[in-house]
């Protein structure tokens, strides 16, 4: 069965989200702070979609996050944010989270979510191994890894996702909305914003100078370019 934790130290909002990610099919493992929920994604490393709110008692969402990160790079994260903390929203993207919703949020669109991410998760795990090339970059589509000039670039599955698409069309501009339906699927109804930030995270693990981007360059008004 599909896992899911959810980090939330409000009781009344953890149940709402326990209850309805449970009756769309997910198992689900609650934590009330942030030590806990290390924790339980210790004891449960087949969890595959973690939600984690930011404001909590003891360490904040953020610090989870990066936390995860540093050991997981497949496991999606979701980060919730309270309404106008606009800022709040591209840092925790910044440290790792492949999504964000901002409460309150409806209960259908959270699910639509979470399965957006486990599809990304679980796609292209098998079939052949193809090596794409380009420059310095080598991607592997069953190990899902890039290296640079033969070190290991280590990557999110939402940035993978982006590589992947860039290096398969090369040369060619993609609009953001593009790059929104094929990374994050077509029931996606996130902000494009989502691709910029990716995109600048990205930026800085691949480019040689982030100041100066020459893999991925910004086809303004648009969208942008892989040009390796
Ligand atoms: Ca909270």
């Known amino acids: 069965m599909k896992k899911v934790l959810i980090l939330e130290d409000e009781v ?22 942030g030590m806990e929920a290390l924790e339980k994604l210790k004891e449960n490393p087949d969890v595959g979609v973690a939600i984690l709110d930011i404001m909590l008692p003891d360490i904040d969402g953020f610090e989870v996050c990066r936390n995860i990160r540093a050991t997981d790079k497949r496991i999606g994260i979701i980060m919730l944010t309270a309404r106008s903390q606009e ?12 999504d964000y919703m901002t409460k309150p949020f409806s209960p259908a669109e959270l699910t639509a979510r979470i399965d957006a991410l486990y599809r990304r998760i679980s796609s292209d795990g098998g079939g052949d191994s193809i090596e794409l090339s380009q420059g310095p970059f080598v991607l592997n589509t069953r190990n899902r890894t890039l290296d640079k000039e033969g070190r290991r670039i280590k990557l999110t599955q939402v ?20 790059i929104l339906t094929s990374v994050w699927g077509r029931d996606y109804d996130g902000e494009l914003k989502i691709v910029d930030v990716n995109i600048r995270r990205l930026r800085i ?22 040009g390796a």
């Open 12 to 33: 009344s909002i953890r149940s709402f989200v326990v209850i309805n990610l449970k009756r769309a099919g997910y198992e689900v493992v609650e934590a009330g702070a």
């Open 205 to 226: 693990k691949i480019e040689d100078d982030t100041a100066n981007p020459s893999y991925i360059t910004t086809v303004w008004g648009f969208g942008y370019k892989w």
């Open 87 to 98: 800022m709040d929203k591209i840092t925790g993207l910044m440290t790792g989270a492949d």
């Open 159 to 178: 940035e993978y996702a982006i590589m992947r698409l860039f290096m398969q069309n090369p040369g060619r501009a993609l609009s953001r909305e593009d």
